[in-house]
């Protein structure tokens, strides 16, 4: 059974001992607080939000209550931090010397103006109880500042060794996965989007391989593996076969954010000619018929033209046309309302067709149709 007791702890007791290093992780309170176990979040706190934390505390305003967590494993670092990891790392940072407030460093400030800072009272709630207990009130409590987002609950849910190295690979500023992926890849690692994206392209993967997967699913069947390498090394040559086959330095905006695991599952088996595809992607580059140039790989690979959005006849054209047409379809010569007919390319875009009145017919939506499937 879960129970929570109210402490009072000051910002010089929580701050002492303060240590942020890969070998010790980040500890305070002496080292008897873990500030960021497995299931946090990077820290991701702006300037202007450090800022307020501190004008908090010079203030005396009242800062939000923080919970902890009371471990009954762990006599060496017995507590750790379930919200309020931003606040107490800002305060740690501050009296750490890590950044300046007003233009003062904390080791610049009169001895009075430390002590009030260091003497100010924080509110914790500590709980104790089973795991599963500890992480269903981490999904539940009011989470101040920056709301969790799902990818983030999801690594608190399936917290253990395969989260934790796969944090190391995919949620860190400037990590490995970052610097690969940074034009190939939206979003932001600290919030865990390049981790999601490898997740969910690894669920796709398996889904494809036979084996029905989901992001949720593939975190819950691997929670305790020692280590995510599987899924870094699927993620590398995911984004190396796209590298290597086309010309990120110049095709880099059209590039980022495709389906790339897609891809690579589909046609990674082939030798493409990549210098007959980068001269084709040049071509269609230029023609004014697309409207969305990310289209132009998938379309190169797939052949399907639904990935180029390409140009569709504006209605004063095809209004025109319809007029011209005395209100029949071309095809099967039945009249129409114009609400009931579609434009149609008499030439093909792929054999040259453009969007103009002389290219444009007025097709019945049933013709129109039955010409599109051929």
């Not at 507590?79 to 790392?89: A, K, N, P």
């Not at 260091?118 to 989470?143: D, H, Q, R």
């Not at 944090?167 to 690969?180: D, T, V």
Request: net charge negative.
């Amino acid at each position: 059974m879960m129970t929570i007791k109210q402490i009072n702890v000051t910002v010089g007791e929580i701050t002492k001992g303060y240590t942020n290093n890969d070998e010790q992780g980040i500890r305070g309170y002496n080292g008897l607080l873990d500030i960021r176990p497995p299931y946090q979040r990077e820290f991701i706190y702006s300037e202007k939000e450090q800022q307020a934390v501190i004008t908090t505390v010079l203030n005396g305003y009242p800062l939000n209550v923080m919970y902890w967590v009371k471990r009954n494993d762990d006599a060496e670092c017995p507590y750790e931090v379930m919200d309020g990891q931003q606040r107490t790392l800002s305060l740690c940072e501050y009296v750490d010397g890590q950044f300046a407030y007003d233009f003062k460093n904390f080791f610049n400030l009169l001895p009075d103006i430390q002590q009030k800072i260091l003497n100010y009272p924080l509110t914790i709630y500590v709980c104790e109880g089973e795991a599963s207990e500890k992480l269903e009130w981490f999904k539940t409590i009011n989470i101040a500042g920056k709301p969790l987002n799902e990818q983030e609950i999801n690594n608190a849910v399936f917290a253990g060794p395969f989260v934790s190295d796969a944090k190391r690979h995919f949620s860190k500023i400037n990590c490995a996965a970052y610097r690969l992926g940074k034009d190939l890849l939206n979003g932001n690692t600290i919030r865990q989007d390049f981790l999601k994206k490898a997740l969910e392209w690894m669920a796709d993967h398996e889904t494809r391989n036979g084996k029905r997967q989901t992001l949720v699913g593939y975190m819950a069947a691997h929670q305790h593996d020692t280590n995510a390498n599987n899924l870094w090394s699927y993620f590398q040559n995911v984004l190396n076969w796209a590298i290597t086959n086309f010309d990120i330095k110049k095709y880099h905006k059209i590039m980022k954010g495709l389906d790339w695991a897609f891809f690579y599952d589909k046609y990674s088996n082939e030798t493409l000619d990549c210098a007959s595809i980068n001269k084709r992607i040049s071509e269609l580059l230029r023609d004014s018929e697309i409207q969305k140039q990310q289209g132009i790989i998938p379309y190169i690979l797939t052949g399907d033209e639904h990935y180029l959005d390409l140009r569709a006849f504006p209605e004063d054209i095809k209004f025109s046309v319809w007029e011209k047409q005395d209100h029949k379809c071309r095809i099967c010569g039945k009249e129409f309302d114009f609400e009931f007919m579609e434009g149609d390319h008499i030439t093909p875009w792929k054999d040259h067709g453009r969007t103009n009145i002389d290219n444009c017919q007025m097709l019945c939506r049933e013709c129109n149709r039955r010409k599109g499937s051929k």
